[in-house]
């Protein structure tokens, strides 16, 4: 029998086996507090480790076959044997990632490119519209409230209230309703150093940051999309 005939006898016994241990575990009722503990155990080890990874894979588009996993583990510690040795089972994992690797640097591209055309066009509507302003590094902003007094350097305390939006008004950040948040503005990103460095105390701007004043062509995954252009409502509250 072939290697390949091997493996897809092995799936298919191990599935078998897995709805038979399935039904039996359902049926399984927690008699002793050994029991109670066997099934805490497999609680905490799932929320703990395994459900997050398997979160983190999803978020990245990644759809594993649980019942393979389960299956998997029911191998090694209930049967003692496994279909893949572990060198296999790691030298798969290599190749299966690299995979990820490469379409995910495929998407990255593409979305890279589509926010660039995207941004080049709001940007050129923009500039045009009542009340909007541009600086020479490629910011444009809207002054709704100017302030007043001294504005803060770049290592000077600032207390702000904001909201972050992407280009399609899709809201990824901002200060809960009715408290403030207190930051050094050269932690900061670039778009909003430089307006905080314009702004007075009791000023209210719009900004529309593209990429290279945000968070470039990484991004910030989830939220922020690699190479997007971003609009926030600034606050300056107070400079300490």
């Known amino acids: ?13 191990g599935s078998i086996g897995l709805v038979s241990y399935c039904t039996v575990f359902a049926q399984t ?5 050994n029991d ?13 480790q395994l459900k997050p990874a398997m979160d983190q894979a999803k978020a990245q588009g990644v759809e594993f076959d649980m019942e393979l996993l389960v299956a998997a583990i029911h191998d090694i510690m209930v049967e003692d044997q496994m279909l893949l040795n572990q060198e296999q089972a790691q030298q798969i994992l290599v190749r299966w990632q690299e995979g990820m ?12 490119q589509e926010n660039a055309k995207q941004a080049i066009a709001f940007f050129a ?15 444009q902003y809207i002054v709704i409230e100017p302030g007043s007094g ?45 307006a905080l460095q314009m702004m ?7 900004l529309f940051l ?5 968070y470039g062509e990484q991004g910030s995954p989830p939220s922020i999309p690699p190479g997007a252009a971003l609009i926030f409502e600034l606050e300056l509250v107070e400079v300490k």
Do not use: C
């Not at 109670?36 to 703990?48: D, E, K, P, W």
């Open 200 to 206: 007075k105390p009791g000023g209210k701007w719009k």
């Open 29 to 33: 009722q927690l008699e002793s507090l």
């Open 210 to 214: 593209p990429s290279n004043l945000a």
């Open 36 to 48: 109670s503990a066997s099934y805490a155990v497999g609680i905490n080890f799932t929320l703990a």
């Open 150 to 194: 001294t504005s803060p350097g770049l290592n000077d305390t600032v207390v702000v209230k904001y909201k972050g939006r992407l280009l399609n008004g899709t809201l990824f950040d901002q200060t809960p309703p009715g408290e403030t948040i207190t930051f050094v503005p050269s932690g900061l990103i670039k778009g909003w150093q430089e």
């Open 125 to 139: 509507e923009n500039k045009g519209k009542p009340g909007v302003q541009s600086t020479a590094s490629g910011m």
């Open 1 to 13: 029998m072939s290697y390949q005939k091997r493996i897809i006898l092995g799936l298919f016994v």
């Open 101 to 112: 690797m490469h379409k995910q640097q495929e998407l990255t591209a593409a979305q890279l």
